[in-house]
């Protein structure tokens, strides 16, 4: 069955780093595209980064753009999130997502903190 599976979260003090990984089984990872959301307490869920089927594009939240990177492994079946910088308001849980045309898989979510 489909799986995505995140890790790398935690506790992490302002101007640290993290970086999150999600693995995938079950679907033929290459063939999707793949994309990091986040939700805060009290907040909708918000898109942070995506990335084309190929890696051959990637966009981002303006709010991460120059600390955040998404990057895709097509021999791994895993998606990664380089996050740099890292402000408190960057709090949340962290959800990967494979899409496909009409088909879209979530993970369970990943909780990142950042504070002293």
């Known amino acids: 069955q489909v799986q995505l599976v995140e890790s790398g979260g935690g506790l992490v003090q302002p101007g640290g780093s993290l970086r999150l990984s999600c693995a995938a089984s079950?679907?033929?990872?290459?063939?999707?595209?793949m994309s990091w959301h986040r939700q805060a307490p009290g907040k909708e869920r918000e898109l942070v980064a995506s990335?084309?089927?190929?890696?051959?594009?990637?966009t981002y939240a303006d709010s991460v753009k120059g600390r955040f990177s998404i990057s895709k492994d097509n021999v791994k079946n895993t998606v990664y999130l380089q996050m740099n910088s890292l402000k408190p308001e960057d709090t949340a849980v962290y959800y990967c997502?494979?899409?496909?045309?009409?088909?879209?898989?979530w993970g369970q979510g990943t909780q990142v903190t950042v504070s002293t």
């Open positions: 997502k494979a899409f496909r045309r009409s088909l879209v898989y």
């Open positions: 079950g679907f033929i990872f290459s063939n999707y595209a």
């Open positions: 990335v084309s089927s190929t890696s051959g594009g990637t």
